[in-house]
C-alpha cells in the first residue's frame, strides 16, 4: 500500500534549485536511506515530508490513515523542561486532539510509558532524567528527540541523521530497533555500514532529481555504477550521431522537403538536448608542512572531573604516518583526550611534548559559536571566500600554487555560491567549508573529532582517499565504524575506570579480536550505578549478546583485505632492500659516516619486515578462519 506520495516536486531557495520536476512513492514495509551532496535539499525534502515546508509545485499526498513521527537535525526543547518531560511532550503531542487515529490505539498506560522512556534513555546514555534540557548537549538533546520519536505509534518515521552523537553501542542498538520495527522509514544518514544493514532502498538526491536503487547501501553502489555507464554511453552514442548530422548540414543541405526539414529538427534536438552532468569531486591534493624527527609524545597523562577518571595512565609516541581511532563510549573522555594533545587544556597529571616542527590541525565536533574558538568559530555574516582567505591567497600543492577561489571550487562551492554569506549554507556545507579551512593550513597532525558527522558520503569517501596519501599524523575520534575500517591502522579503547587499550588493526578487526576473547566492544559496558533495565532485560542482553557472539562471522576489513592482497609483495620488497643495504655495506666499509646511516637504515628496514611478517601470519591464520565458516 502507497502510504506518501510526492509528484512534481519543484522547490527552489533564493536562486538555488534543490528539485526540478522530482517524484517520489513510499511503500509500507519499505526502509529508504536518502543519500547526496550536502546542500542537494535531503533536509528539506524529510521537512515537506513531514508537512513542515511547502512545495513550490507539485502535490504531496499521505494516505488517510497514516500518522508520522519526525526526527529533525537540530531539535529544540524547552530549557526549562526536564529530559523526561521533553521526551514525553513529544509523545503526548501525537495523542492529542490533531490525532484522532492515534486516539484510538491502545497506548500504554503513563506507568509503562514512562518505564519505557527512561529503559530507552539510558540505553542512549541519558541516566539524569530530571536534567533541564538547557543543561543537555546538541548530541544530549538530540538522543532526546530520538527517543520520543520511536515511543511514537507511528506509520511513517522520518529520521535525520539518527545516528549522529550515538557511540557504537547506541548505533547497535538503534540498528536493531530499526530492523525489527514495522513502520515504513525514511532516513538520512551517512554511516554506510547502518545503511547496509537497515535499508532495503536507497534514494540518492542528485542535481535536482531523486534516483531510486531498490537494494542497500552496497547494492546501490553497484547500481550507480551501471547508471551512470548507460549515461555516458548515450551520450557517446549522441555525439557519433550529432558529428554525422552536422556533416550533412555543412554540405548544405536545404529544408525543401519533409524528410529533410525532419533532419534538420533531429538535429537541432540533438544540439540541444543536455548531456549527463557529471558529479563534482572534492579533489585535494596532499597538503602538509615538513614533520621533524620529533612528533607527539604523551606520557602518563591523567585526567579526571570531580570523582570520575577519565583518563588514567595513558602514554604513547605517535609515530610518523600514524594513523589512530579512538573509541568508546559518549562521555569516556575522547574529545578530552584531543583537546589535551592540542593543549588546549591542561592534564591532571602527566606531560605531551609536542616537537618542534608539529602543526596541528583540528577538526572540531562542531562548529563553534565563540570568536575565540579560531577555525571553528564561522561568521555567519562572512562571506565563503573571505572565511577561506582568512588562511591564504594561495595554497602549495602537488600541483602548484592553488587560489583560495579554487580550492573552493574543487571543494565543491562554485564560484556563484563563493560571495555568498556563510549563514546561507546548510549544516553539512558548513562542516565540508571548516574541513577545507583547516587541511588549508597545512598541518602534519591532523586531529579529527567526529569528521563523519554531517558530512555527505561523497566528501567523506574523498577524504579517506585524501588521507590515504597524506604525509603526516592522522588521529582521529568517531563512531563511524566504516570510517575506522578505511582509515586507521591502530584503535585504542576507552575502558572501565579511564584504562585505555591499544588494539592493532580498524575496527572489524578490534571487534574480531574481543569475540576471540569472549569480551564486547567498549560503550557496551553498562554502568552498574545507572543500569535501570530489569532482570528480564537483562536476561534478553544476556541472551542477545551470546548470540552476537556466536552468530557473527569473521571476515576481512576494508583494509585487511587491500594489505593482505599486498602483503607479499610488500615483504619481498623488504627484503630485497635489505640485500641492497648488505651490498652497500661492503662498498662503504672504510666510509664511517656512510657506514653508520647504512646500519640504521638496514636496523629499521628489518625491524619493519619483522612487523610484517608478524602481520602476515595473522592475516593468513585469518583467512583460515574465514575460509572454514564456509
Request: hydrophobic share 30%; glycine share 8%.
Given at each position: 500500500m502507497n502510504l506518501l506520495s510526492i509528484e512534481h516536486l519543484s522547490k527552489s531557495y533564493s536562486r538555488r534549485q534543490l528539485f526540478?520536476?522530482?517524484?517520489?512513492?513510499?511503500?509500507?514495509?519499505?526502509?529508504?536511506?536518502?543519500?547526496?551532496?550536502?546542500?542537494?535539499?535531503?533536509?528539506?525534502?524529510?521537512?515537506?515530508?513531514?508537512?513542515?515546508?511547502?512545495?513550490?509545485?507539485?502535490?504531496?499526498t499521505k494516505a488517510n490513515h497514516a500518522v508520522i513521527a519526525y526526527l529533525p537535525q537540530h531539535p529544540v526543547f524547552d530549557p526549562e523542561m526536564t529530559a523526561l518531560d521533553c521526551v514525553l511532550a513529544g509523545h503526548r503531542e501525537l495523542s492529542g486532539p490533531e490525532s484522532g487515529q492515534a486516539e484510538k490505539r491502545d497506548h500504554q498506560d503513563e506507568a509503562a510509558l514512562v518505564t519505557k522512556a527512561k529503559t530507552m534513555l539510558t540505553k542512549l546514555g541519558v541516566s539524569n532524567f530530571d536534567q533541564k534540557s538547557g543543561e543537555l548537549s546538541g548530541g544530549q538533546r538530540k538522543r532526546l528527540a530520538l527517543v520520543s520519536v520511536l515511543l511514537k505509534e507511528a506509520d511513517i518515521l522520518l529520521l535525520d541523521e539518527p545516528t549522529n552523537h550515538l557511540d557504537h553501542e547506541m548505533a547497535?542498538?538503534?540498528?536493531?530497533?530499526?530492523?525489527?520495527?514495522?513502520e515504513a522509514l525514511v532516513m538520512i544518514t551517512h554511516d554506510r555500514y547502518f545503511l547496509d544493514s537497515v535499508?532495503?532502498?536507497?534514494?540518492?538526491?542528485?542535481?535536482?532529481?531523486?534516483?531510486?536503487?531498490?537494494?542497500?547501501?552496497?547494492?546501490?553502489?553497484?547500481?550507480?555504477?551501471?547508471?551512470?555507464?548507460?549515461?555516458q554511453a548515450t551520450e557517446l552514442k549522441r555525439q557519433n550521431i550529432l558529428r554525422t548530422e552536422l556533416a550533412w548540414v555543412q554540405r548544405g543541405a536545404r529544408a525543401r522537403s519533409t524528410k529533410?526539414?525532419?533532419?534538420?529538427?533531429?538535429?537541432?534536438?540533438?544540439?540541444?538536448?543536455?548531456?549527463?552532468?557529471?558529479?563534482?569531486?572534492?579533489?585535494?591534493?596532499?597538503?602538509?608542512t615538513r614533520l621533524g624527527r620529533t612528533t607527539l609524545e604523551a606520557r602518563h597523562v591523567e585526567k579526571g572531573y570531580g570523582d570520575r577518571i577519565l583518563i588514567h595512565d595513558f602514554s604513547y609516541?605517535?609515530?610518523?604516518?600514524?594513523?589512530?581511532?579512538?573509541?568508546?563510549?559518549?562521555?569516556?573522555?575522547?574529545?578530552?583526550?584531543?583537546?589535551?594533545?592540542?593543549?588546549?587544556?591542561?592534564?591532571?597529571?602527566?606531560?605531551?611534548?609536542?616537537?618542534?616542527?608539529?602543526?596541528?590541525?583540528?577538526?572540531?565536533?562542531?562548529?563553534?559559536?565563540?570568536?575565540?574558538a579560531g577555525i571553528a568559530y564561522m561568521d555567519p555574516n562572512e562571506k565563503v571566500i573571505d572565511y577561506i582567505k582568512n588562511t591564504a591567497e594561495f595554497v602549495r600543492t602537488k600541483d602548484g600554487l592553488v587560489s583560495a577561489s579554487n580550492m573552493l571550487e574543487r571543494f565543491l562551492f562554485p564560484s556563484s555560491q563563493q560571495y555568498s554569506p556563510i549563514g546561507k549554507l546548510s549544516g553539512g556545507e558548513k562542516r565540508r567549508l571548516n574541513l577545507l579551512r583547516v587541511l588549508m593550513e597545512a598541518p602534519?597532525?591532523?586531529?579529527?573529532?567526529?569528521?563523519?558527522?554531517?558530512?555527505?558520503?561523497?566528501?567523506?569517501?574523498?577524504?579517506?582517499?585524501?588521507?590515504?596519501?597524506?604525509?603526516?599524523?592522522?588521529?582521529?575520534?568517531?563512531h563511524d565504524r566504516y570510517f575506522l575500517d578505511r582509515v586507521v591502522n591502530r584503535i585504542f579503547a576507552f575502558e572501565e575506570d579511564g584504562k585505555i587499550c591499544q588494539y592493532e588493526g580498524g575496527y572489524t578487526d578490534y571487534v574480531n579480536r574481543l569475540a576471540e576473547e569472549g569480551k564486547v566492544p567498549a560503550g557496551h559496558i553498562l554502568d552498574a550505578k545507572n543500569d535501570t533495565t530489569t532482570?528480564?532485560?537483562?536476561?534478553?542482553?544476556?541472551?542477545?549478546?551470546?548470540?552476537?557472539?556466536?552468530?557473527?562471522?569473521?571476515?576481512?576489513s576494508y583494509k585487511e583485505q587491500k594489505e593482505y592482497e599486498t602483503i607479499e609483495d610488500d615483504i619481498a620488497a623488504l627484503e630485497q632492500k635489505i640485500e641492497e643495504l648488505d651490498a652497500q655495506t661492503l662498498k662503504f666499509s672504510s666510509d664511517f659516516v656512510k657506514l653508520n646511516e647504512i646500519t640504521k637504515e638496514k636496523e629499521q628496514t628489518e625491524q619493519l619486515l619483522e612487523e610484517k611478517m608478524e602481520r602476515w601470519e595473522y592475516l593468513e591464520d585469518l583467512a583460515a578462519k574465514i575460509a572454514g565458516q564456509q
Open positions: 526540478d520536476d522530482t517524484s517520489f512513492f513510499l511503500q509500507e514495509g519499505e526502509k529508504v536511506g536518502i543519500i547526496g551532496i550536502n546542500g542537494t535539499g535531503k533536509s528539506t525534502l524529510l521537512k515537506i515530508m513531514a508537512g513542515l515546508e511547502e512545495t513550490d509545485e507539485g502535490t504531496v547497535d542498538w538503534l540498528e536493531e530497533q530499526l530492523k525489527q520495527r514495522k535499508c532495503n532502498r536507497i534514494a540518492e538526491v542528485d542535481k535536482g532529481k531523486l534516483y531510486s536503487y531498490d537494494t542497500n547501501y552496497a547494492g546501490y553502489l553497484e547500481l550507480k555504477a551501471q547508471r551512470e555507464e548507460m549515461a529533410q526539414k525532419a533532419r534538420l529538427e533531429r538535429y537541432e534536438e540533438l544540439k540541444n538536448r543536455k548531456a549527463p552532468e557529471t558529479d563534482g569531486q572534492v579533489e585535494l591534493g596532499s597538503i602538509s609516541i605517535f609515530l610518523k604516518n600514524d594513523r589512530i581511532g579512538f573509541v568508546g563510549a559518549n562521555g569516556s573522555g575522547k574529545t578530552t583526550l584531543m583537546k589535551i594533545i592540542d593543549q588546549r587544556i591542561q592534564p591532571d597529571e602527566g606531560t605531551v611534548t609536542i616537537g618542534q616542527t608539529i602543526k596541528i590541525g583540528y577538526y572540531t565536533q562542531e562548529i563553534e559559536n565563540t570568536k575565540d602534519n597532525v591532523l586531529i579529527l573529532d567526529e569528521p563523519t558527522n554531517d558530512l555527505d558520503i561523497r566528501t567523506l569517501t574523498i577524504l579517506e582517499d585524501y588521507l590515504d596519501n597524506y604525509d603526516g599524523i592522522v588521529i582521529t575520534v568517531s532482570s528480564v532485560e537483562k536476561e534478553n542482553q544476556t541472551s542477545s549478546m551470546d548470540t552476537w557472539k556466536r552468530e557473527r562471522k569473521l571476515k576481512f
